[in-house]
């Protein structure tokens, strides 16, 4: 049994930063991409940045410059760093992971979510 646990989440006022982290856990062989998702309420669930094994990053367009992703692999983690953050940023944010468990192609584990909250 795998999962994913993040934390960092919090109430913050605009323009200020917080860190998420999230680690996974359990019988793992690999990981592939690790990345950040958001769901505010009554928006769809968006990506905010994803990361490959390799180093490569990707980000939402409202995030980026403000926003860094990172991991560390001999930890199973990976990081969200955010910055100047606006209200338009509250949200649940949600850790995903691309794990390899076993035989196969491997499988998109989640988080449960931490909440963001901005303030105005």
């Known amino acids: 049994q795998v999962q994913l646990v993040e934390s960092g989440g919090g109430l913050v006022q605009t323009g200020g930063s917080l860190r998420l982290s999230c680690v996974a856990s359990?019988?793992?062989?690999?990981?592939?991409?690790m990345g950040w998702h958001r769901q505010a309420p009554g928006k769809q669930r968006e990506l905010v940045a994803s990361?490959?094994?390799?180093?490569?990053?990707n980000y939402a367009d409202s995030v980026k410059g403000r926003f860094t992703i990172s991991r560390d692999n001999a930890k199973n983690t990976v990081y969200l760093q955010m910055s100047s953050l606006k209200p338009e940023d509250t949200a649940v944010y949600y850790c995903n992971a691309h794990l390899v468990t076993g035989p196969g192609p491997g499988f998109l584990a989640w988080g449960q979510g931490t909440q963001v909250t901005v303030s105005s």
């Open positions: 359990g019988s793992i062989i690999s990981i592939n991409s």
């Open positions: 990361v490959t094994s390799g180093g490569s990053t």
